[in-house]
Structures are given as structure tokens and as C-alpha cells.
């Protein structure tokens, strides 16, 4: 067995341009003036955090690296302490470098395309309300623990054919992996353990008796040569939809119903013309959006004008992105009725996220279905809102008071 690396302590960041770390206390909580700070600075600032880490600030600048996969790879998708040996079929299609990601990419696209999502979408209204039948009469609710976590989750194993109640085990998964893996390996090495023993038990499954769900179909999948995928590939590609579906809308569904609380005026819009949801959706995308990815570079160019040494990691911040001035008149500002709206919370270039329609339908559907039956509510007062820290930003703790303010 090799060595499992200690956790490393992080002293609290005082220089942000030349030292940033998004898993700082003060960037979890509140990310836009830091990125704002950074931008004005540089197109491309430098940290000697996990081993070496750029980041890019500008839209332009996060473009660029999306777009040039020959100097950025993405055998690495997340900025760490340490960096382990890649497995092969880590979880494809995200971990994968051309010429191997576009065939691993194509095989996820057909169960995701807009007619798939249409025909799940009863059933993500019906989990919805499930939800809200819960906590409707209590005249308050954590919406992050009781409403926002639970609609991807159980939407993502409905499709999975995996029962609904594993909800909470896959939870826990992606908060060791995204959370409390970035400094702890252990942490990280048993959640992936874990799943894979648990997507494992279920391929053997279908293998005596095959199903209609998302998991049979990957393993009646032909790779380019026409051959069945590997088991390991069938497995990197169902923890990929597990930890990529499921933390990445939650945070996008609480992050929203966090400003319709404290933003009555669009709130109340929204409740007088529901036709608006889908253009408010997208720019609650492009204001909190929740996913930074990563890439390492791999070999040594020039980004805006700056230079990058191979070796080091970059923090690939969309979310900084889509605060950019230059991009979007009044970044700063949420304008639910934006119409010019070429935000990147799906990413960039050929690694955008397979699951956008997805995520587009479950955010829509929470909102109207929570906006119909919920349409007054605040933050409460008396609890406090926290936010998840690292690759993916949203809260975790989210108190409202629901019903008219006494």
C-alpha cells in the first residue's frame, strides 16, 4: 500500500493576489469581492497552495484554458493538497483528454437530451411536492437539507435505477470527495471505495437481470470498436453522474431560493409571471454558479498575455467568469429578465457538462413548484446560512420562515 498523505493545515489567506485559496473561510463565504480583487490585478494570478495553482479571473481567460486541451488536461479535475497517480477510466468523460473524450462523451448525451428530461419531469414535480408536504405546515425549514439536496439526488437514482432512500449514502459520498477530500486523501480513497463497491453489487445485478435504467445502459454500450465498455468504465461513468448531478444542482436550486428569499421584488415577479422562471434560471446560473473545475498543465504557453509554467494546477473558475464585467453589463447585479445571457456555469469547450439539460429542468421545476405553494418566505433571522466550501459553492444551511412576516 503506498502512503495515504496527512491532511495540511491552511494558514488564512492575507494576500489574495499572490496566495489565494478557495477553500478560505472568507472565499466560501463571500467569493465576489475576492474575484473582483483578483481581476483587477491580473488576467491570470499564481498561488503556491496545492503544489502550485494559477487561476484565471477574466471570461476571456477561462475561455482560453477550456478551449486548448493540447497545454490543459483534465486527467485532473479538482485543485488538491496532493496529487496522486490518475487511474485510467477515472470517471469518464470529465477526466478525459482527447482523442479518448469525445466517444466517452457521445455515449452519455442520448439518456440527456431535452426529450429524456421532459419524460422525467413528472416525477422531479412529484419529489418536489413530496418534499414540501414534508415541512409545509411547520412555518419554518432548512430548504438546503429538506428541499434543495434531495431533488437531484433522488432524480439522479430514479434514472440510475437505484433506490431513492440510498439518498443520504450518496450525499455523504460527495461531501467526502468534493469537501473533505480536497485535504484529506483517506477521506477521499474511502468514499470512491465505497461507491464503486455499491455501483459494482448493481452492474453484477443487471448482468443476471437486466433493467431500462441509466446503469443497463451503460452496460450495453459499445465503445468506437463496436466492444462492450470495461466494468471500470461503466463504473467511472456512474460515480461521474453521481458526484456530478447531484452537489452541482442542489447548490444551484438552494443558491436561488437564497436570493428569492432576501430579494422579495423577484420573487414577486416570478410568482406574477411564471413564464419568466426559465430566463430567471439562467441568470441564477450566472450569478451563483456553483462549479469550479480544474485542469493541470501539461505544458508550458501564455494565457492573456501571461505565462504558465507545466506542473502546476489551474483553478478553472467559472463562477468568476460570469462576474465578468467585460462579458456582462451590471455583472454584480442579478437581473432575472436578463436576455443576453453566454454564461459558462456549464463549463466551456468540449468538457460542458452533459447533465445541462438536467439541471436546467430540476431548477425550473423547484422553483415553480416551490414559488406555487411557497410564496412567502424569508431568511430566518434567529439561524444562520452556510456555504459549502472548494469545488462546488452553495448553502448547506439554508433557514427560512415561511408564510407572510408577522
Known amino acids: 500500500m503506498s502512503d495515504v498523505s496527512q491532511p495540511v493545515a491552511h494558514p488564512p489567506v492575507t494576500d489574495w493576489v499572490n496566495d489565494f485559496d478557495h477553500t478560505d473561510p472568507q472565499w466560501t ?6 474575484w473582483d480583487e483578483l481581476r483587477s490585478a491580473s488576467p491570470v494570478v499564481h498561488t503556491e497552495r496545492f503544489l502550485g495553482c494559477y487561476m484565471p479571473t477574466t471570461y476571456e481567460a477561462v475561455r482560453e484554458i477550456a478551449n486548448d486541451s493540447e497545454h490543459f488536461s483534465s486527467r485532473r479535475i479538482i485543485v488538491r493538497d496532493v496529487r496522486p497517480e490518475i487511474s485510467r477510466n477515472a470517471a469518464p468523460p470529465i477526466t478525459s483528454d482527447p482523442p479518448v473524450h469525445k466517444p466517452a462523451k457521445q455515449l452519455l448525451l442520448p439518456p440527456f437530451t431535452p426529450d429524456a428530461m421532459k419524460k422525467l419531469e413528472p416525477r422531479v414535480r412529484a419529489i418536489c411536492n413530496e418534499l414540501i408536504d414534508g415541512f409545509v ?8 437539507a429538506r428541499y434543495s439536496k ?4 433522488r432524480a439522479i437514482a430514479h434514472m440510475l435505477g437505484i433506490p431513492e432512500s440510498d439518498s443520504d449514502l450518496f450525499v455523504n459520498w460527495i461531501h ?3 469537501e473533505l477530500g480536497i485535504k484529506d486523501e483517506t477521506m477521499l480513497l474511502q468514499a470512491v471505495h465505497e461507491m464503486s463497491a455499491y455501483f459494482s453489487a448493481h452492474i453484477e445485478e443487471r448482468k443476471k437481470k437486466p433493467t431500462d435504467d441509466l446503469i443497463s445502459y ?3 454500450a459499445k465503445d468506437k470498436e463496436g466492444n462492450p465498455l470495461e466494468d471500470s468504465h461503466v463504473l467511472g461513468s456512474l460515480r461521474l453522474l453521481l458526484i456530478a448531478g447531484i452537489d452541482t444542482t442542489w447548490s444551484a436550486i438552494g443558491s436561488s431560493l437564497w436570493h428569492l428569499a432576501k430579494t422579495p421584488a423577484d420573487r414577486e415577479r416570478l410568482i406574477a409571471e411564471p413564464g419568466l422562471i426559465p430566463i430567471a434560471v439562467e441568470e441564477l446560473l450566472r450569478a451563483y454558479s456553483p462549479v469550479t473545475m480544474a485542469r493541470e498543465v501539461v505544458k508550458e504557453t501564455t494565457i492573456s498575455g501571461c505565462p504558465v509554467r507545466a506542473g502546476n494546477m489551474v483553478l478553472l473558475s467559472f463562477p468568476a467568469a460570469n462576474r465578468d464585467p467585460k462579458m456582462f453589463p451590471d455583472a454584480d447585479k442579478v437581473v432575472i429578465d436578463r436576455r443576453e445571457n453566454r454564461h459558462a456555469a456549464f463549463g466551456l469547450g468540449i468538457h460542458r457538462c452533459v447533465g445541462s439539460n438536467l439541471a436546467r429542468m430540476e431548477m425550473q421545476v423547484a422553483l415553480e413548484e416551490w414559488l406555487k405553494r411557497i410564496p412567502d418566505f424569508r431568511l430566518d433571522p434567529a439561524g444562520t446560512v452556510t456555504w459549502s466550501q472548494g ?3 452553495g448553502p448547506r444551511q439554508l433557514p427560512f420562515l415561511l408564510g407572510k412576516a408577522m
Open 29 to 34: 463565504e463571500d467569493p465576489f469581492p475576492i
Open 137 to 144: 405546515s411547520d412555518g419554518k425549514v432548512d430548504a438546503a
Open 150 to 153: 434531495y431533488i437531484p439526488v
Open 176 to 178: 467526502m470527495i468534493l
Open 218 to 220: 451503460l452496460m450495453n
Open 391 to 393: 469545488t462546488v459553492r
